[in-house]
């Protein structure tokens, strides 16, 4: 029975995860936190008596710029997220029902990681196990559509082949808002088997043929169909497999808030190539494109495709299957495309025996370099205002060294936004890799250069000469970062990231990446100009509120140099209006000596990741 809840009617508002938990859970460090399930219940017992939460993992929050421990119950997830007013037998059957999927699914992923533990490569799955797998992924891509309002969206421009269905369904089945429509989705996925959402799809094949098919969902979904989400989640359980790759040894992968489902990778004509889903420290689940996946077919795509990516060469494995009661055919056609001619198996998928079928994964061990890249991947398309989360703090300084250190253009913007983290992590990380360490380290060139300043032993023709040296110093050699450098990095990003709401995008020159002017900022000024400078940029950042609360003469030099840093950014992605600010009075941009930067960023383009 349909209709609405009354407020009486309704249970204590619920904080509902779009990451569960027994995923979070795997990024405790292990080192700090109890991972068994007596000890988890003492510490929720404990909690609640006392209001604090011994249950955390450690989150890295971008906007705020902080990194710290938070409870497990209190992050990666949303007030209500699934709650269902119109069911008024139960407003969180949803819930439930995601619960009982992730618990299955929880058992089989509990299993890959102890195999891998163990330092086994091969997994094996019943096809129960691996439908529960398929469709548990699906619904960890199909949440984070709850973090894009236009999503459902009928009015938006790139919903335009949906518009005619969602306006369809709507009248239909009375969904008012676009939540309605997320959640009537998600119970369509939740309650429909497998097997049957791939026949629902193979039918409308067989209608449409299949190039016709695919023009259909390209310009107007039918709204006849029963339901996108069968069409959508067997599109994705077909035309990609199921691969399991392990980080390197002493390596670890990091997860963000956006990462589940995130895309990398694209084909000339035949859209993205993998699909990541980070479930522990360790081990990922990928869906790679059946173009690849076998390193013949591979090499013959790459060969005569224009490809990029930069995890298309981790060999990745097909599983093997083992039939409880089927023969297939002789010739396995190597495209998913062609099983529409295989009746006999879309038929015996569906049987109960089929359910003993065994598929054997072998396991993929990740160099370091290939991890690293994974971790970009994720690092590059975490929303400004989300968080990264991860298990070991040693493992993820590595990770954001390498980003920091990395020269592909488009990854330069957010660089910004993680410089902050390396320093608190420099800082913080002792030996062992946890975070209790309070013990200074050595003095850093920059807290040499202060010091010298501060006692008059240092001087500067101008402020901004002192402030761009102070800038370099912090920001040039990763490898001596610490907390003055962080200071100076958390002020430019939250001067950056507030000036972002502010400000319209840059223009976009490569499918929705940002690549910076070919100007830099010029080393000195005079010091008339020095002084007007700080008046006109400094004030500005001064009107967003990022400056620090003492007003001693470390603090004033810190500042300044974080105002030379959110003018870089100015100068890389806002040319024309730092021109159109100061030219009247200065110039402080001048051509990069990298004379070929404009090529090179088109040029770089090329090996630029999808986004989710």
């Keep these: 029975m349909s209709g609405t809840a009354t407020s009486t009617d309704l249970p204590k508002d619920q904080y509902q995860h779009y990451i569960p938990r027994f995923i979070l859970r795997y990024f405790q460090d292990t080192q700090l936190q109890p991972r068994n399930k007596k000890e988890r219940q003492k510490n929720f017992h404990k909690a609640r008596k006392t209001g604090v939460d011994k249950d955390t993992i450690l989150v890295y929050d971008i906007q705020a710029q902080k990194f710290e421990p938070r409870p ?62 398929r469709k548990f992924i699906y619904i960890m891509h199909y949440r984070q559509t709850h973090l894009v309002p236009s999503y459902f969206d009928g009015n938006d421009p790139e919903n335009g082949p949906l518009r005619d269905y969602l306006s369809f369904i709507q009248k239909k089945h009375d969904l008012r808002t676009t ?71 002493g390596e670890e992968f990091a997860t963000g808030n956006n990462s589940f489902g995130l895309w990398e990778g694209m084909i000339e004509g035949g859209g993205n190539i993998h699909r990541l889903f980070v479930v522990t420290p360790k081990i990922a689940l990928v869906l790679r494109k059946n173009l690849f996946s076998d390193e013949d077919l591979t090499t013959a795509v790459t060969s005569n ?17 083992t039939y409880a009661n089927f023969t297939p055919p002789r010739v396995i056609p190597r495209y998913a495309n062609n099983a529409i001619q295989w009746d ?3 038929a015996y998928r569906a049987t109960p025996e089929a359910q003993e079928d065994v598929f054997t994964f072998k396991v993929t061990i990740l160099t370091k370099k290939q991890t690293l890249a994974l971790n970009h991947v994720i690092l590059l398309h975490v929303p400004d205002d989300g968080n990264v989360t991860f298990a070991s703090p040693a493992a993820m300084q590595r990770t954001i060294k390498s ?138 950042v001064d009107v967003l509120g990022v400056g620090p609360t003492n007003s001693d003469l470390a603090s004033r030099i810190k500042y300044e140099a974080a105002i030379i840093g959110f003018t870089y950014w100015l100068c890389e992605y806002h040319d024309v209006l730092l021109f159109d600010r100061l030219s009247p009075w200065m110039i402080v941009m001048v051509r990069s000596s990298l004379l070929f930067q404009c090529l090179m960023d088109i040029i770089s383009a090329r090996l630029q990741h999808g986004t989710s």
């Design 344 to 346: 006999g198996l879309w």
């Design 403 to 540: 980003y920091l250190q990395s020269t592909t253009p488009y990854i330069h913007p957010s660089k910004y936004l993680y410089r902050s983290l390396f320093g608190i992590l420099s800082e913080h990380t002792g030996n062992s890799g946890g975070i209790s360490s309070t013990s200074p380290g050595p003095r850093s060139g920059i807290d040499i250069v202060l010091k010298s300043i501060e006692s008059g032993a240092i001087e500067f023709a101008s402020t901004y000469d002192r402030a761009y040296r102070v800038y370099h110093l912090a920001t040039d050699d990763v490898s001596k970062y610490n907390e003055t450098t962080t200071e100076i990095h958390q002020m430019t990003a939250r001067a950056i990231l507030k000036m972002k709401e502010i400000l319209p995008p840059p223009p976009v020159h490569h499918r929705g990446r940002y690549f910076r002017s070919s100007y830099t900022l010029v080393q000195k000024l005079p010091k008339e100009e020095s002084e007007l400078f700080f008046a006109l940029i400094g004030y500005q």
């Design 179 to 249: 939540n309605d429509i997320f959640l009537f989705g998600l119970k369509y996925v939740l309650e429909t088997p497998h097997h049957e959402m791939v026949t629902i799809t193979q039918a409308l094949w067989e209608k449409y043929g299949l190039n016709g098919f695919y023009t259909m969902l390209l310009t107007r979904v039918d709204p006849e169909i029963v339901n996108f989400g069968a069409v959508d989640y067997a599109s994705m359980a077909s035309t990609f497999f199921l691969g399991i790759w392990q980080a390197a040894e």
């Design 305 to 321: 495709s224009a490809i990029v990516s930069s995890l298309v060469d981790i060999p990745t494995f097909k599983a093997s299957s």
């Design 72 to 133: 497990i119950g209190k992050v990666h997830g949303i007030i209500n997220l699934y709650r269902d007013q119109r069911n008024t037998q139960n407003v969180d059957h949803l819930e439930q029902g995601l619960s009982r999927l992730e618990n299955d699914a929880a058992r089989v992923i509990h299993r890959i990681h102890m195999a891998t533990d163990a330092h086994n490569t091969v997994v094996t799955m019943k096809r129960k196990e691996l439908e529960t797998v």
